[in-house]
C-alpha cells in the first residue's frame, strides 16, 4: 500500500484516481515512502498538497532514512508543520535493520512522535511479522499513554477500506 514519492506521483497519479486508506471514519491517507537517503525536496510540498485536498500522510519508517538517523529533529519539525502520522516498523524497533535504525525508533517513540507501528512483512522467514513482539516491548519502554495512543491510532486503521 506504500506510495514511493517521487517530484511528479501526483502529476502522474492524481489523488482522485489513487486508492487511499480510509479509517474507520472515513478520513482518507496515503502511506509514503520516501528516499532513505535524504528527505526530498519536495517532500513537505507533497504533504501541503494533500492537506489542501483533505488527504493525510502516514510517513512510512522515517527512521531508516540517513538525513533522520543524524538527526531525528527533522522528523519534529516536518510533522509539527503539517497533517502528517508517522509510522515506524516493528523490525526497526527490534534491531532488525541496525543500531543506528534502532536508537532513531526508540528516540522518536519516547519523544511522541510515533504515531504508528507496522509490521512491514515482506516475507514469512526473511522479513516476518513482528508487531506482537515490538508492541509488548513499547509496553514495557513507554509511558502507558502513549502506548495507548498508538494502540488507538492503529485501531482506528485497523481493517481500513480501500
Known amino acids: 500500500q506504500e506510495l514511493t514519492l517521487s517530484v511528479d506521483l501526483f502529476e502522474k497519479y492524481p489523488a482522485s ?3 487511499p486508506i480510509k479509517d474507520n471514519q472515513k478520513n482518507c491517507y496515503f502511506l509514503i515512502e520516501i ?7 519536495y517532500f513537505e510540498d507533497t504533504l501541503n498538497y494533500l492537506q489542501q485536498h483533505e488527504l493525510n500522510c502516514i510517513w512510512a519508517h522515517p527512521e531508516r532514512n540517513l538525513a533522520v538517523q543524524s538527526n531525528w529533529k527533522i522528523v519534529k519539525k516536518i510533522k509539527e508543520r503539517s497533517n502528517l502520522m508517522i509510522q515506524v516498523t516493528a523490525g526497526s524497533l527490534l ?13 522518536l517513540l519516547k519523544k ?3 504515531d504508528l507501528v507496522a509490521s512491514d512483512a ?13 508492541m ?5 519502554r513507554v509511558k502507558n499513554e502513549a502506548y495507548q495512543r498508538i494502540v488507538n ?5 485497523k481493517g481500513a477500506s480501500y
Open 17 to 19: 484516481v489513487l486508492i
Open 35 to 41: 528516499t532513505t537517503l535524504a528527505i526530498p525536496y
Open 153 to 157: 491510532n492503529m485501531n482506528v486503521l
Open 122 to 134: 515482506h516475507h514469512v522467514s526473511s522479513r516476518p511479522f513482528q508487531l506482537d513482539e515490538a
Open 95 to 107: 534491531g532488525d535493520f541496525g543500531k543506528k535504525v534502532e536508537k532513531v525508533s526508540w528516540k
Open 136 to 140: 509488548a516491548l513499547i509496553s514495557s
Open 112 to 114: 511522541g512522535l510515533v
